[in-house]
């Protein structure tokens, strides 16, 4: 069983910064697709930001330039940069993977970003 566990939430305020961790517990060297989704109170979840295997990425168009999904293999982890961040980012940010020759998504429980105006 697959276990990602994430860290790096809190409180900030507007244009303040924050960084989020996904340490997977089986290695990302080869995974499909790892990336960050996030879900406020009343709203569906929605993409915020993921990266393929070969390294190219794709951003929700709401965090597009403000936001850095990267990775680092040896640690079987990805990060999340969240730089001038908005109160409309606040939210429950959750992990999410895919391996190759799989077709289990995993779903790390989700750190809350609250971000004050």
């Known amino acids: 069983q697959v276990q990602l566990v994430e860290s790096g939430g809190g409180l900030v305020q507007a244009g303040g910064s924050l960084r989020l961790s996904c340490e997977s517990s089986?290695?990302?060297?080869?995974?499909?697709?790892m990336g960050w989704y996030r879900q406020a109170p009343g709203k569906q979840r929605e993409l915020v930001a993921e990266?393929?295997?070969?390294?190219?990425?794709n951003y929700g168009d709401s965090v597009k330039g403000r936001f850095t999904i990267s990775r680092d293999n040896a640690k079987n982890t990805v990060y999340l940069q969240m730089d001038s961040l908005k109160p409309e980012d606040t939210a429950a940010y959750y992990c999410?993977?895919?391996?190759?020759?799989?077709?289990?998504?995993?779903w790390g429980q989700g750190t809350q970003v609250t971000v004050s105006s």
């Open positions: 999410a993977a895919d391996w190759w020759l799989s077709s289990v998504r995993y």
């Open positions: 089986r290695s990302i060297a080869n995974i499909k697709r």
């Open positions: 990266m393929s295997s070969g390294g190219s990425t």
